[in-house]
């Protein structure tokens, strides 16, 4: 299973990014999906997730907002679009994908299969 993370990048202030996840060797409909995010000095924290069926999304409240996260079944990919960035967005973000139940979605333990993170930069 692989799960390959692109997108990253530097961004000033206020700019956008959208970071992809593409997904092989498992089928994506068969799981809910995650980002999560490691800031310089911090722990990964979550971020989005979308369940596995009906779309319903879920976010921090921290990039509520200004991140969309979303799938397409058809490509094995995932998506994070973040809008309106700031420099404290600035972290290597992760792709995940696994079968949490509601209560648990925000906690790494929750998902079974990792990307390898991908870096935003945030300059002010």
């Known amino acids: 299973v692989q799960l390959q993370a692109s997108g990253g990048g530097l961004v000033q202030a206020g700019g956008s990014l959208r970071l992809s996840c593409e997904v092989s060797g498992r089928t994506l409909s068969d799981y809910a999906v995650g980002w999560f995010r490691q800031a310089p000095g911090k722990e990964r924290g979550f971020v989005a997730h979308?369940?596995?069926?009906?779309?319903?999304?879920y976010y921090a409240d921290s990039v509520k907002g200004r991140f969309t996260i979303s799938r397409d079944n058809a490509k094995n990919t995932m998506y994070l679009q973040m809008n309106s960035l700031k420099p404290e967005d600035t972290a290597i973000y992760y792709c995940?994908?696994?079968?949490?139940?509601?209560?648990?979605?925000?906690?790494?333990?929750?998902?079974?299969?990792w990307g390898q993170g991908t870096l935003v930069t945030v300059s002010s």
């Open positions: 979308i369940r596995q069926r009906g779309g319903h999304t």
């Open positions: 995940a994908i696994g079968t949490p139940i509601l209560s648990y979605i925000r906690e790494e333990g929750g998902y079974h299969y």
